[in-house]
């Protein structure tokens, strides 16, 4: 008798002790996803970013055959992207007329047309200037790359670490990210919006320049055409 009540009890004393090291693992990894949890019933496992009236766009059927990490990975390249657009609109916006902010490199008092041409005139007067910005980018990819992408050759042949949130690199210095996974999926999905929207603005603003070699502003008739460009000597 004794042998069957110690037969019965074992399994329940064995499940009571590891059932709560399953839970915290499963908290703890939703602690580093920053409360996302991926399930593949949802849309993209859930990641934020849909938002209407368009909601779950996805015309090329994309993600009903994307498994997590690869998803992952797309996330993590749009916000990116993203990142790099909004800086790009910003950029091309103040430095052109009527604004023509533009202090470094000795050519605060010149009129340097349009923001497709300004990097060559910092080659001119500076061209240390993009070895230094070279070695800046990569470096702050090395960091990227170290901190959410697998080592090459591991053996599940992921991209990104399980315990890596798409584009959260750690880097937070006025301590905005929220604390909650809602208004952390609300402010995620504002960001991917707005990058979404400054990858197709950049991508027009370059386009047009291009065309006509004017600035936007310029194109839009509200600064004056004003820049001569200068004539090439051979």
């Given amino acids: 008798m004794n042998f069957f009540l110690t037969a019965l009890l074992i399994p329940t004393t064995v499940t009571a002790f590891v059932q709560p ?55 993590e390249a749009e916000t990116a992207h993203g ?48 070895e230094v910005l070279a070695l800046t980018i990569g470096g ?25 949130y798409p584009g959260d690199i750690g880097f937070d210095p006025l301590s905005l990210k929220p604390d909650t996974w809602e208004e952390f999926s609300e402010m995620s999905t504002k960001e991917l919006q707005h990058g979404r929207l400054a990858m197709l603005g950049i991508a027009g603003i370059v386009a047009q320049e291009l065309v006509n070699g004017k600035e936007i502003f310029v194109n839009l008739g509200v600064a004056p055409d004003s820049f001569v460009p200068p004539v090439a000597v051979f």
Avoid: C
């Avoid at 703890?28 to 368009?54: K, R």
């Avoid at 657009?85 to 349009?114: Q, R, S, Y």
């Fill in 21 to 75: 090291q399953t839970l915290q693992r499963v908290t703890s990894l939703q602690a580093e996803l920053n409360g996302w949890v991926p399930n593949e019933s949802e849309f993209a496992f859930g990641l934020p970013g849909s938002l209407d009236p368009v909601g779950e766009f996805d015309p090329l059927g994309i993600s009903t055959a994307t498994g997590l990490d690869q998803m992952k990975t797309y996330r």
């Fill in 83 to 130: 990142r790099v657009a909004m800086l790009a609109i910003i950029g091309f916006l103040v430095t052109e007329e009527p604004i023509a902010f533009h202090p470094l490199f000795n050519t605060g008092d010149k009129d340097i047309g349009p923001a497709i041409r300004h990097l060559d005139e910092v080659r001119v007067v500076a061209p240390f200037f993009f």
């Fill in 140 to 164: 702050l990819e090395v960091r990227r790359a170290l901190t959410g992408w697998a080592a090459p050759g591991n053996a599940e042949e992921k991209i990104l670490n399980d315990d890596y």
